[in-house]
């Protein structure tokens, strides 16, 4: 059974978690991090284990050693607490395995029987995808999973459609949906939290939210990284399977949903699947107008030389892969219809940046100058990162006895680092597990939306095999190709870019 304590006003689960994968990178940079956060902030059960597993032959104190590293560099000094850090190390243990074996998951089931209370065991998968089958069935197998028992599980969750419905039906014949948690860390930020409170707790917002009062919606995750080595993988994979499949249209469906019924994970996520099944397929001519790809060339990047993507260590100098993407789509439905939702995405640009900018329509009758006409629309700007907040842009009358009737653009402004001087903006990571020790998942993605998003990428995706072009070339440091601001300038609009 299930065990709940209190620590003020948090509900605290006692679980096992059993992360496989746990000297992987992403163990490392957030995933301990983020369970050490949470035991700092009181948020852990006194008596929760987590257990690391990995195919690296070391012992316990070695692997609590590594991971004291990692807190180290990945946590602000001003936040590690050496009586946290000693309780937060002395939950850990380590067991060596095979993953693809069943050999070595016997002692995973030996670790529970130690813990002596029946508490539900959290898998975390922080591995590749074609591993997911083989650990599951392995551990049902061993006798180390039971009705309560979670798997937690990264994207990508395959490679298209039929690969992405191989590796769901794997975990699938262990886990029933109502227990498995696929993660996108974009979910678990406060501001895409937010957007919902915005939108459903607002009528100033939710009165306005459709066609008739929004004109157009755009999306922008830009990353200032290249490959970061990770060549081989990408290359396989490319800009619009990793990050326009998952982030960018998880962002659309949060956007473009209608209100569901109740807060309840299922009636969130039935809502975005009717998104998802609403945005309209592109056509062969709409791929030659609406979509732009493209791959970076040399450049500079905060003043340094950094290679092409065709000069990365590894690559394959004939390669078509695209590491950016801009397209112009459109939600087919009564909210949405003809509204353009604008989303680019791509390596190798100015600045990290994540934000969604709605544009609402001008008043149909303006009185003020001519010369200020193009001010007179209001835009809400949604920063994801780096810093997180929320800025509604309003007109008003500029200040002082010679401007007459001049209108100035101001923001009305929700900084949460301002707002919240005290308080620390948790990460998405530190959320994302909170809801699955509780069992909640609202967060998470369920099983329909990766198949209907994947499948609306897949007939892009073959599309583009047919017209066999290459991407179009952009320096390192730039926004992308020229084309794609040739794309949204078509239309009498540019891309938002001065926050």
């Not at 990692?70 to 946290?84: A, I």
Request: charged share 30%.
């Amino acid at each position: 059974m299930t065990r709940h304590t209190r620590s003020g006003d948090a509900e605290r689960t006692d679980i096992d978690l059993a992360l496989f994968g746990a000297l992987g990178d992403l163990s490392r940079r957030k995933l301990f991090p983020a369970l050490y956060q949470l035991d700092r902030e009181g948020l852990l059960h006194d008596d929760t284990r987590l257990l690391g597993l990995a195919r690296q032959d070391i012992d316990q104190e070695a692997f609590r050693e590594r991971i004291h590293g990692s807190l180290k560099e990945y946590v602000k000094s001003s936040e590690l607490d050496d009586k946290v850090v000693a309780r937060f190390l002395d939950r850990l243990s380590f067991l060596s395995v095979d993953f693809t074996t069943v050999e070595g998951y016997g002692a995973i089931a030996e670790w529970r029987e130690q813990g002596g209370q029946q508490r539900p065991l959290v898998v975390y998968l922080a591995v590749g995808a074609s591993l997911y089958g083989d650990i599951c069935r392995h551990l049902e197998a061993s006798g180390s999973l039971d009705e309560q028992s979670r798997v937690v599980v990264e994207k990508p969750i395959g490679y298209d459609l039929e690969s992405s419905r191989e590796v769901n039906d794997a975990v699938g014949a262990v886990f029933p949906e109502s227990r498995v948690y696929r993660i996108d860390h974009y979910l678990g930020k406060e501001t895409v939290q937010n957007l919902i409170a915005l939108r459903f707790a607002n009528p100033l917002f939710g009165t306005q939210w459709n066609q008739n009062h929004i004109s157009h919606v755009e999306i922008t995750v830009a990353e200032k990284v290249g490959i970061e080595g990770r060549w081989g993988y990408f290359d396989e994979a490319g800009q619009l399977r990793d990050m326009v499949q998952n982030h960018l249209l998880q962002l659309v469906c949060l956007i473009a949903m209608d209100p569901p019924a109740n807060l309840d994970a299922d009636a969130i996520r039935d809502e975005k699947v009717k998104v998802l099944k609403a945005l309209k397929p592109f056509t062969d001519d709409m791929i030659g107008r609406d979509v732009v790809r493209g791959q970076y060339t040399a450049g500079t990047s905060d003043g340094t030389s950094v290679p092409g993507y065709l000069e990365e260590e590894g690559a394959n100098t004939r390669s078509h892969t695209e590491t950016f993407v801009a397209m112009k789509t459109e939600v087919s439905n009564w909210r949405w219809a003809g509204v353009p939702f604008y989303l680019r995405t791509g390596k190798r640009m100015p600045e990290k940046l994540s934000q969604i900018v709605i544009h609402f329509r001008q008043q149909p009758h303006y009185i003020f100058d001519p010369d200020q006409r193009a001010l007179a629309a209001n835009k809400l700007i949604i920063r994801l990162q780096p810093e997180e907040g929320i800025r509604l842009e309003v007109l008003t009358k500029d200040s002082g006895l010679d401007k007459g009737m001049r209108l100035r653009r101001g923001p009305l402004h929700l900084d949460f680092n301002s707002a919240f001087p005290k308080a620390r903006i948790p990460d998405a990571y530190e959320r994302l597990l909170l809801e699955v020790m509780k069992g909640q998942q609202y967060l998470f993605v369920r099983r329909d939306e990766v198949e209907h998003a994947w499948h609306w990428c897949d007939e892009l995706i073959a599309t583009w095999q047919d017209r066999d072009e290459p991407p179009r070339r952009y320096p390192a440091g730039s926004w992308g190709p020229v084309a794609s601001i040739a794309m949204i300038t078509q239309d009498g609009r540019s891309w938002y870019e001065d926050y």
